[in-house]
């Protein structure tokens, strides 16, 4: 993405503090550090993170609470079933929560709580009740909470599902691209787990270009096309006065 951060070399400089997504997030910080997780943001790319987190929480206490609405009003009941009858009963309240529920398909799983293995997944959807007993509740309680532990287990595919709500822009010199109704860019290379994120207007420009013009423009660059610069200069992602500065970048 060299060429890419070249030509946004003059973009304006905006701390993710400012931003609308940081004080969303930071408003429900509670929420990730009741689960174990430290709010201790660097970026723009780990505020996105901590949404995904989040949401997955979110999920995990739906699903909890579902269970525990059922057993609560059903005690009578599930005394005289056996185990297979209670978990198929249960399943029933648990499945109108998940289909109101954000996830995404990992090889053979449903991930509706993005920060646990797949194995935890499949246990907290489909058979709650394993989940209380002693040997899972310490390996929750044991388990790192983490970014990095979440994109090593799912890696761009928790960016790419409906627990982020930046827009996926496509894939460009082998790395994901997204784009935040903000003004940023960023893109994500999960084979190293790196990343890179800018605003795309200049000081001068108060006009967010649209997401199609970061796609036509991230084509442009990929191509090598000679006439970036006015583009970029067309949908006032720059100043001209930047033109002559870029070029000598570009050569």
Not at 4 to 27: H, M, P, Q
Not at 210 to 236: A, P, Q, T, Y
Not at 241 to 249: F, Q, S, T
Request: net charge negative.
């Amino acid at each position: 993405m060299e060429r890419v951060a070249r030509l946004f070399s003059f973009s304006k400089k905006v701390s993710y503090k400012k931003s609308e997504i940081y004080k969303e997030i930071e408003k429900q910080q509670s929420i990730l550090v009741a689960e174990g997780f430290k709010f201790d943001p660097e970026s723009y790319f780990d505020i996105y993170c901590y949404q995904i987190i989040i949401e997955g929480i979110k999920n995990k206490i739906n699903i909890a609470k579902a269970y525990d609405a059922f057993i609560s009003n059903n005690f009578d009941l599930l005394e005289h079933c056996n185990y297979e009858q209670r978990r198929k009963m249960i399943q029933v309240d648990i499945d109108k929560v998940l289909e109101k529920s954000a996830s995404f398909q990992y090889q053979d799983t449903t991930i509706y709580i993005p920060y646990l293995e797949e194995f935890m997944n499949q246990r907290y959807c489909n058979d709650h009740a394993m989940v209380l007993l002693k040997q899972h509740i310490q390996h929750l309680n044991n388990y790192p909470k983490s970014i990095d532990q979440m994109l090593d287990l799912y890696q761009e595919k928790v960016l790419l599902s409906d627990f982020c709500s930046l827009e996926y822009i496509g894939k460009y010199f082998n790395n994901d691209c997204f784009y935040s109704k903000e003004g940023i860019f960023i893109s994500y290379q999960a084979e190293h787990k790196k990343y890179s994120e800018f605003f795309v207007v200049d000081k001068y420009n108060k006009e967010l270009p649209s997401s199609n013009d970061v796609k036509e423009l991230l084509e442009l660059v990929e191509s090598n096309r000679d006439d970036v610069i006015d583009f970029m200069i067309e949908k006032e992602f720059i100043h001209p006065k930047y033109k002559k500065k870029l070029e000598k970048k570009r050569s």
